[in-house]
Every structure is written in structure tokens, then in C-alpha cells.
């Protein structure tokens, strides 16, 4: 870190800031990228490391709510983290999310989130995996549901401004119940859907799905991958977004999905690790599903994180946590939970499990279970029982899910 000096940028300089960020992930600047970055961004939580007067590593942080099981807290979502080959190996990386931890906690972000880019770097931070994604390559023509599925309400297919608006409330009602999500204002779902000249050659297409009363519970968003071998289609559908607020909606999307004419494969790439079309598809292994890593997840004040989620199950549990990368936040801390009231504090007391931050982070939205990581040596048991009572109060329903990459 020797003569590489951090600060935050000044509105001005954003576009300098995307700039660098392109550079560090080999990407290309285009000039509608500061039109649509401006919508959301916060000069004063994206930071620069600077060696004399050139950009050497970025890194920002977007003010949100997630969902947490039965709630939403404050937190941060950490993006454009980058630094430049040249300047690589040098501690600027760790210097970065260290200034983004320590701002988070100033202003009263009990969790942090991202999207990694690379597995490997963010557990050494104290993050953990929180939730997975499901991808899918699946053959149009192998896409039969099993025959109980009976396919309720209507579909419409309409224009990106006929759409947004009734996409909205859907959206918003999901996002509020499943862990993993985030509360999108007005900027947010504008960037979300936002226009780049870059995509005019694939054009996204809108579907929305009504219930037998008339009302709109479910949306799917698409674009079609053109491709004709010796004059057959062998298109590539490529599902964007799919939102629904009931289970009947989400078959009704899919199989409209599956159904659109010229396509011969359909793919998705981030989609819910429980996500309904795994039991839906008459031949599951022609879905070609893979699990990846999701939304990581750092714990920052783990008193007020804990006491600020719901929990399936009433106890009481002393969790011992090791913080590395902030001893501060190291300790023994007490969490009950009686009669759906949640407390957290810390304690001088026996640890009834010990674990670290991270696996703290993997385990809080209810995606994972503390005896899934303690069989990956992640969670220590003291006291006999106490991870069976830590599954049963951490556990929730629906899994865990970002819906988006931002």
C-alpha cells in the first residue's frame, strides 16, 4: 500500500470511476454506461485507490434493504470491486472492503452482501455463501410437466412500457417475503430495466401472467439467441427475469416459456435453488440443472442482525464468533427467541456453538444449515443438541434468492 492513497469520488468523477472499473475487468467503457450508472449511484460510497493520479482500484457500495427471514434490515451491497492488473497483489483489495466495512458499521449496516465475481476472495472478509442460484439449459422438447399441472389464469405478452408498471407490485410482493431480496425504489427498478444501445440487436420480450379474477401475480422477461442450422430454427431462449406470486402463475410462465415458437433450448441462468420448475418438469434431468454460489453474506453487528430476523423455533443459544478480519466483533453472543420475540446480546457466558463470521453469514438467511457446515467443518458443537436447535430455529421457507445482478 505504499503510496496508494484511498478517499471516495466526487460526483464529477464518475465516469472516471466506471472507466477504471471497465479497465480492471477487461470490459469496454460506452458512453451510455454514466447515463444509466447515474440513476443509482452514490459518489460518497464509491471509493478510488489512487497511485499518484491514476485510478488503481475501485470498489462502491449501493444503501439498501434486504430481506431477512420475517423482516428487512439496512444493509449494503458491495459492487465494482476491481483492481488493476498492474497494482494487483498489493493489499489495495483488502484496503477497499475494509473502508466499505468500516462505513457500512458508521452508518448502521448490520449486514453487507455481493455478488463475487470470484469465489475465492470474499470469505477471507467474513463473508459467507448465503444462497444458491439454479441454472438451466434445458431442450425445449423434453419439457413436459408431470400431469397433475393443471395451467390457470391468462397471458399476455406486451410491450416494455405496458409492462413495467404492473411488474412492479409483483415484484415488490415477492421481494418482501423471500430472504436474499432487495426493496427496489423508483431509481433502482428504472437502472433494472433501463435501455442500452448495446442490447438493441437482442430485444427483450414481457410476458405477464393474470389470475382467474383479472389480476397480474406473475411476469417473465426474455430474449431470443437467433440461430437457423440448414434452415431449422435452433433459437436460444434466454430467461431474464421470472416473478411470480403464485405457484399456479410461475407453471403458467414456464410453460409458456417452454412453448414459444422456433425455440429449441431454454436457459437460466440465476433462478431460486428451490425454484418450482424442478418439480414441475416431467424429466428433471433434461433441465441439465447446476447448482452455483449466490449471494454472500457478512454479518457486520451480529447482535443486532440476529435479533433483527424471525426464527421457526423458540430457544436459546450461545454463539461463539471468531472475526478475523474485525477482532471487534469477536465474542460470545446469547440470541433467544420466546414466544417470537428475538433478543441478541454479548455475553460472558459458556458458547454453546462456535463458529466463524462467515459461516454466521452462511447460515442467517435460512438457506443452510449449521449442521450442514459443521459436517464441513465450518460449526463446532460445545453443548450437545444445540445444533439441532439452531437448525430449527434458523430454518425458513422460501429459500434464499437475490433475483438479480446488479
Partial sequence: MDEIAIRSIEPEELEAFLRAVERAFHGQYREDDLERERMVAEPDRSFVALDGDEIVGTAAACTTELTVPGGALPASGITAVGVLPSHRRRGINTHLIGTLLDQAVERDESLVYLWASESLIYGRFGFGLASWCTEIDAAA????????IGLTGRLRTVTRDRALGPMRPVYDAVAETRPGMIALDDRWWTLLWHERKRDEDEPRFFVLHEDDEG?????????VKHEWIHSVPTNELHVRDLIAMTPEATASLWRYLFDVDLVATVKA?????????????AEPRRLNARIADGLWLRVLDVATALS?????????LVFEIDDTFRPESSGCYSLSVDGGEATCERVDADADVVCSVAALGAAYLGGNSFSQLERAHQVRELTQGALARADAMF??????????IY
Fill in 215 to 223: 389480476s397480474i401475480d406473475g411476469y417473465a422477461v426474455y430474449t
Fill in 141 to 148: 422438447d423434453r419439457s413436459a410437466f408431470v400431469p397433475e
Fill in 308 to 316: 433483527g430476523r424471525t426464527y421457526s423455533g423458540e430457544g436459546r
Fill in 269 to 281: 441462468w440465476d433462478r431460486p435453488v428451490d425454484d418450482e420448475l424442478l418439480w414441475l418438469a
Fill in 395 to 404: 430454518a425458513w421457507h422460501p429459500s434464499p434468492w437475490f433475483g438479480f
